[in-house]
């Protein structure tokens, strides 16, 4: 079974610019979610999505946002890049289904983002 | 608020003796308890997870934790480290439906 892929691993940009990540889940896994790690805040929730809906979402300025399509793939943008966007964005997924016990999250290699 | 708490953010040990890295946390309820590592440059790799049940539950790679109610702690534990397990750990929590909450990890060094 193929594992979670990000794409692109890395990329750089300049501030202001705006980017766009894709997530390809596992297949069959239904649930993504995406973090941000920095060396300073390390692993922060970005937002989780379930069958195209967003499901919980973290503490993070409207400049992010993300979006699932109909076949559980996932891509999350940044608008108006700031130097402190610079981190390694890693997806996750899952086959959480509501009321049927815990979330267990198979990660992807991240992408990581560099802005100058 | 939910949080994690990893006490250690660095240790070293030498290869063959044993390992602990510490986890506590504040949560409402149990919760969820997960411990993933992850390599340099790579994405996290789930080691094991507890849900309920037998507290001390088997992972991969020969790491096991233990988790303690009255402590509010989930330490892992390995008992010989190879070089091979230089990488950094991190401890996380959620509960049905809530996102994950990973704590800030704790880098490990194995030194010969």
């Known amino acids: 079974k193929a594992g979670v892929t990000q794409t692109p691993r890395y990329l750089i940009k300049t501030r202001g610019q705006q980017v766009t990540l894709s997530c390809s889940p596992i297949?069959?896994?239904?649930?993504v979610s995406w973090y941000q790690q920095t060396p300073g805040q390390g692993l922060q929730f970005l937002f989780e999505?379930?069958?195209?809906?967003?499901?919980n979402k973290g503490n993070f300025p409207g400049r992010f946002s993300g979006r699932q399509f109909s076949n559980s793939r996932s891509e999350m943008n940044v608008s108006t890049l700031e130097l402190g966007d610079s981190a390694l964005y890693l997806c996750?997924?899952?086959?959480?289904?509501?009321?049927?016990?815990?979330?267990?999250?198979?990660f992807g290699a991240g992408s990581r983002l560099t802005v100058l | 608020a939910q949080s994690v708490t990893q006490p250690d953010i660095h240790i070293t040990v030498s290869e063959g003796a044993s390992l602990e890295l510490r986890c506590n946390y504040s949560?409402?309820?149990?919760?969820?308890l997960f411990w993933y590592v992850q390599s340099p440059g790579q994405g996290l790799q789930l080691l094991l997870k507890?849900?309920?049940?037998?507290?001390l539950v088997q992972g991969i790679k020969g790491f096991e934790a233990e988790f303690k109610r009255s402590q509010s702690s989930f330490n892992l534990r390995k008992p010989s480290v190879h070089w091979s397990d230089a990488a950094e750990y991190f401890c996380?929590?959620?509960?049905?439906?809530?996102?994950?909450?990973f704590g800030k990890g704790t880098t490990l060094s194995v030194s010969s």
């Open positions: 996750a997924s899952s086959s959480w289904q509501v009321g049927v016990g815990a979330n267990v999250l198979t």
């Open positions: 297949s069959g896994h239904r649930s």
């Open positions: 999505y379930f069958s195209e809906t967003q499901r």
């Open positions: 949560y409402g309820a149990t919760p969820y």
């Open positions: 507890y849900f309920s049940g037998d507290t």
């Open positions: 996380a929590v959620n509960q049905a439906g809530t996102a994950l909450i």
